[in-house]
């Protein structure tokens, strides 16, 4: 068997473009609401979740403790949900984005078949799979 024989009978090959999935078109409008809908809840959860580290604290706080007195407590809260919107702008929890993966359309997985790299023996006379790559190799 010689060179052009092999490169015939090879399966044609596909161009990136082929093989990479697209995910279907999401109207901008609809994908600009989900995601502010998304901020504005992982802002809300954030919020939420300083609100009652306050809570707890001002209740195992002693009789003495600075924690225990409610005054400002109006701006506390007010600075706990800028606090708040500004994580959520960065996504600092995640939670948008999970709740997108989740709303929106997702491209479907792709497998990819790349080969195991190589890596030269210690004797040098074949090269070997790296570890942890099952391949088949026929020793002479």
Known sequence: MNIHDIASS???VQTEAQTVPVAPQVDPALLKKATEAAIKFESFFISETLRQMRR????MAGE?????DRVNED???L???L??????SQ????IADMLLRQLLPQPAPVAFNAPAPMVASSKG???ESAPGHATTRNNP
């Open 10 to 12: 090879a399966a044609p």
């Open 56 to 59: 707890s604290t001002r209740e």
């Open 64 to 68: 003495d403790s600075i924690f225990k």
């Open 75 to 77: 701006m506390l809260d």
């Open 79 to 81: 600075a706990d949900g």
């Open 83 to 88: 606090v708040a919107d500004a994580m959520a």
């Open 91 to 94: 996504r600092a929890f995640g």
């Open 125 to 127: 006379e074949h090269a």
